[in-house]
């Protein structure tokens, strides 16, 4: 078997058998390629002047196994467009079995995703072009661990002037998601001697499972209508507290202003760390949005928020604000885990919000996410009385307790999976199973903008048949 690459136009890998002539060699290269799919419809080929130089062939080689390969049906020959592999039944590819397809669902009520069809791909692809454009040659290199200075620079004014945020760009560190956030805080307070980190009960399980693979003990904190119990948190050994304090998830409140200062003096008290996942702060319907919890102790209180609700969870981009004592450490954790994050999306989210795009794409998508979320209380008071939403008053979710003499939180999934309706259970949020009150969570954000009414038409009817009046 003898494998050649051409060198100029397109690069073509083509083993060809060695004991055939050169011409059928060829011939049979370039039919296996085709049928196996690594060769597609409408794949160029290179000219045949290239890949006769680059296999050491006499260029009427190539030419008479294109020829060949023409008359078969395998390969098409434009004057002008070059040889392509044509778009014919010629092509045998395994594809995944029927099974293995992913149903889509109807309606998407999954909760975590905004909007994607509302991408501001417009806005993005200017600022991307601006930003290659305008980056330094040293920004293509590896970098400050703590993400570019011009993504840090926007982001300590965007987060003060929009989340009362008290933020430098030297303390903020650019990661890939709360997800890595979560990861990078728990190695850093388990190396500084934590051994035990308290989460809010209920919350994300993939967050209890990151703190649980860091080997961090979690330790439950309850949840009521005015936030996270701290009360429960006296005399406990922890290295942090992680909470929700704008929209509590999954249930939706807010914690109260006197929960917020308790929250403060136990931390100072305790010597510990407050983390503050700010996943939906940007989305505040009923009054002034409620200011990040780190603006009363940028010492004790380490912020992250995302990119995942304002823009697109696809970009995996977060970003912290550290206390000073927290900065080395964790940005030697962060230099470790994987350097820094990639900097053309950095340096594109730098110009957005420099621009005033960004801002001007947060208020657009309020105000849709406002209209859905006032079409979905309105839908379910007129035909599910049984079901009211509650923790709406922020976020891209609705949270509907299960009334205890209905159906049960799995029979509610299974209907509304048997018509195509997708949505999020409370069960799996609780950090002990069994003995909660039944619950789900309407991920309000997720259907695209042009299916939402019929969306929302199918997730009423199904809360409908559940729940006769
Ligand atoms: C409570 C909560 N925190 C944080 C996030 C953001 O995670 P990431 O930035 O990894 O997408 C989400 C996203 O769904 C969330 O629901």
């Known amino acids: 078997m003898h494998r050649s690459w051409s060198i100029s136009g397109i690069d073509l890998l083509l083993p060809f058998g060695s004991d055939l002539g050169r011409r059928q060699g060829l011939e049979q290269g370039l039919r296996q390629a085709i049928r196996d799919g690594r060769l597609p419809p409408g794949a160029r080929l290179p000219s045949t002047r290239v890949l006769a130089h680059d296999l050491g062939v006499a260029r009427g080689t190539v030419s008479d196994a294109y020829a060949q390969l023409v008359a078969e049906g395998y390969l098409v020959a434009r004057q002008g467009s070059g040889t392509t592999v044509a778009a014919g039944p010629v092509l045998v590819v395994e594809t995944a079995p029927a099974s293995a397809a992913r149903t889509v669902p109807r309606a998407d009520f999954r909760t975590g995703t905004p909007d994607l069809s509302s991408f501001p791909r417009t806005a993005w692809m200017a600022a991307a072009r601006r930003a290659v454009h305008e980056a330094p040659d040293d920004a293509f290199g590896y970098g400050d661990p703590r993400g570019r200075i011009e993504l840090r620079r926007a982001l300590a004014a965007y987060l003060g002037r929009a989340r009362g945020v008290r933020a430098t760009p030297e303390r903020i560190v650019v990661c890939n998601g709360y997800t890595q956030v979560l990861a990078i805080l728990c190695s850093v307070l388990r190396s500084q001697g934590a051994g035990a980190v308290a989460m809010e009960d209920p919350c994300i399980p993939v967050h209890r499972e990151i703190v649980a693979a860091s080997g961090l003990e979690i330790v439950g904190v309850p949840v009521d209508s005015e936030g996270a119990r701290i009360d429960t948190l006296a005399g406990q050994r922890l290295g942090a507290v992680v909470v929700t304090p704008a929209h509590q998830f999954p249930l939706g409140v807010t914690m109260a202003p006197s929960r917020r200062s308790a929250l403060i003096r136990w931390a100072r008290s305790a010597g510990a760390f407050v983390i503050e996942d700010d996943y939906d702060g940007e989305f505040r319907y009923d009054r002034q949005p409620v200011g ?24 995996r981009l977060a970003w912290l604000v550290i206390p000073a004592s927290l900065m080395e450490p964790v940005v030697q954790a962060r230099l470790v885990t994987d350097r820094h994050s990639g900097v053309i999306d950095q340096l594109t989210i730098a110009c957005l919000i420099e621009s005033g795009e960004f801002d001007r794409h947060v208020r657009r998508m309020r105000m849709q996410y406002r209209r859905r979320r006032d079409l979905l209380v309105a839908a379910l008071a007129e035909r599910v009385p049984a079901l009211r939403p ?29 018509r195509g309706v997708a949505l999020y259970e409370l069960g799996p949020s609780w950090h002990a199973p069994g003995g909660h009150p039944g619950g789900v969570v309407i991920g309000y954000a997720t259907p695209p903008q042009h299916g939402f009414t019929s969306a929302l038409e199918l997730l009423v009817d199904t809360f409908a048949a559940l729940y006769p009046v």
């Open 292 to 315: 990040a919890l780190q603006g009363l102790d940028p010492d004790r209180v380490i912020y992250a928020g995302t990119a995942s609700k304002t823009l697109a969870p696809g970009l």
């Open 390 to 418: 509650s923790g709406i008053a922020a976020g891209l979710h609705a949270l509907l307790m299960l009334p205890s003499e209905g159906p049960s939180e799995g029979q509610v999934l299974a209907e509304a999976s048997a």
